[in-house]
């Protein structure tokens, strides 16, 4: 069983930066793609941001690109969000997410397999 355990959420001025971090264990980080999710009040989650399995292609939402970086250390088994220019609108709690099944693209919620438990960012205006 892969275990994810998300950190670094917390309250941010719109405008301001935070950075995200996803340790798993339990599985081969490496044979994972990864992706981060996002659950706003009211809201379905919705993806975020996606790496492949190697870490060299990415993937966002319209609504976080240009702000938004995920990136990966297989030899930490961590994932990571940086998040820069916050608005108030990516006030949410923020899920890790791993697929075995996923080569590219970002996939849908139910071809991920293992999530973490969550972490919140709000950002104040």
């Known amino acids: 069983q892969v275990q994810l355990v998300e950190s670094g959420g917390g309250l941010v001025q719109a405008g301001g930066s935070l950075r995200l971090s996803c340790a798993a264990s339990?599985?081969?980080?490496?044979?994972?793609?990864m992706g981060w999710f996002r659950q706003a009040p009211g809201k379905e989650r919705e993806f975020a941001a996606g790496?492949?399995?190697?870490?060299?292609?990415?993937y966002y939402a319209d609504s976080v690109k240009g702000r938004f970086t995920i990136s990966r250390d297989n030899a930490k088994n961590t994932v990571y969000l940086e998040m820069n220019s916050l608005k108030s609108e990516d006030t949410a709690v923020y899920y890790c997410?791993?697929?075995?099944?996923?080569?590219?693209?970002?996939?849908?919620?139910?071809?991920?397999?293992?999530w973490g438990q969550g972490t919140q960012v709000t950002v104040s205006s």
């Open positions: 790496i492949i399995r190697s870490g060299v292609r990415t």
């Open positions: 339990g599985g081969t980080f490496s044979s994972y793609f």
């Open positions: 997410a791993a697929s075995s099944t996923i080569l590219y693209g970002t996939g849908a919620r139910n071809q991920y397999q293992y």
